[in-house]
């Protein structure tokens, strides 16, 4: 077949996307085709830099060229990205195309060591992404993110104050923590702690960002509602341990998204501390908090096992100097790696597949 743009395109519906299940060309992932004698250059613009297939498509493309034109063709691909968003002209951070609630049933699960570390890994992987510590009354991320110390900037944009938030790993991060001393107690009734939530949201310059992860506080509560009152969040991750009492909160979470008043898409499950792995002993696994738990919940309640994340001594050492385990080129920082890549893959399922979310309207 001759090389021609037609038989290109031809020749790539011929390649789905593993996840969405479409071809490439009715998702409009080819772009830039460039045909010079027998050499081809064109760009595959996936959904999320953090893509996990991506070598998969490439490979795929390459055969579909090589079957349906010819095996004389010198193929060169450009892997890019344009991170997809079910929001639509939102009136409140019209720059942020995703919005992820991460939460827990019960606390010391290590979420906020779940968030930081998705965090950062996306960022290292090309993408925007901040962080707001909606843990009002124990924010941790200052120091996860060693940044205790600093302090937001303010900027007037127009008649209006905003928030700069903190940069640090490439990513924006605002917390109650960098707006007390750190030894303070931030005693407040919840509507304070709810209006603190909406501040950081609506009066903070985010930007640009390909993702937004709210780190909420353990439980089901006001600061809950009010993030999913306030923007229509695009889906909730639930982290949990495999010990029943973890499950049994993480359970109530879950079941707090999928309320019909609420319904906020449940992306996954992400077990952490799953199994003990010694630092010398990298092929160990010990079951100490129990096996499975996390992935027996996403299978009883019809939602993905986003991946399993293990309890190893250097990512709580990360914690406390706040230098994220994905940083490091190890066994934690591979984990972290594979639960961010599934994360974003989740996000961009979601939004291929489902409808906007909507804001929630219910008075509680």
Not at 193 to 207: H, M, N, P, R, V
Not at 217 to 239: E, F, K, M, N, W
Not at 269 to 275: D, F, L, P, R, S
Request: aromatic content about 4%.
């Amino acid at each position: 077949m001759a090389l021609t743009k037609e038989s290109v395109l031809a020749a790539l519906r011929h390649v789905q996307d593993p996840d969405i299940k479409q071809d490439l060309v009715t998702l409009n992932m080819i772009q830039d085709i460039e045909i010079n004698g027998n050499e081809l250059a064109f760009t595959v613009m996936l959904t999320t830099p953090a893509c996990p297939l991506k070598e998969l498509i490439r490979k795929d493309c390459e055969q579909a060229i090589a079957t349906h034109i010819g095996k004389d063709v010198v193929v060169k691909i450009t892997m890019s990205s344009h991170v997809t968003s079910a929001r639509d002209n939102a009136p409140l951070l019209p720059g942020v195309k995703n919005i992820v609630a991460v939460a827990s049933g019960k606390g010391g699960v290590g979420k906020s060591t779940v968030t930081a570390n998705l965090a950062v890994a996306l960022a290292k992987q090309g993408a925007k992404v901040g962080v707001i510590d909606a843990d009002i009354f124990g924010p941790s991320m200052p120091t996860m993110f060693n940044c205790e110390h600093e302090q937001p900037g303010i900027k007037k944009v127009g008649d209006k104050n905003l928030i700069v938030p903190v940069q640090q790993y490439g990513v924006k991060l605002i917390s109650i923590g960098l707006l007390t001393p750190a030894e303070n107690a931030v005693v407040w009734r919840g509507p304070m702690a709810s209006s603190a939530l909406k501040q950081f949201i609506a009066d903070t310059e985010w930007g640009d960002l390909d993702y937004l992860f709210i780190d909420l506080p353990p439980g089901t509560s006001d600061i809950h509602l009010t993030l999913v009152q306030t923007v229509p969040v695009t889906g909730a991750v639930l982290v949990t341990t495999p010990q029943k009492v973890a499950l049994a909160d993480a359970q109530k979470g879950l079941n707090m998204f999928q309320q019909p008043q609420i319904n906020v898409p449940v992306l996954g499950v992400i077990e952490n501390m799953a199994y003990f792995t010694p630092e010398e002993l990298p092929e160990n696994k010990y079951y100490i908090f129990g096996r499975g738990g996390g992935r027996k919940l996403a299978e009883r309640h019809k939602v993905p096992f986003i991946g399993e994340i293990p309890l190893v001594q250097s990512i709580r050492e990360g914690g406390d100097v706040g230098y994220p385990a994905i940083m490091q080129d190890d066994v934690t920082g591979e984990a972290f790696l594979k639960v961010a890549e599934a994360t974003a893959q989740q996000i961009a399922i979601r939004n291929a597949e489902k409808a906007q979310t909507k804001k929630v309207e219910i008075k509680v």
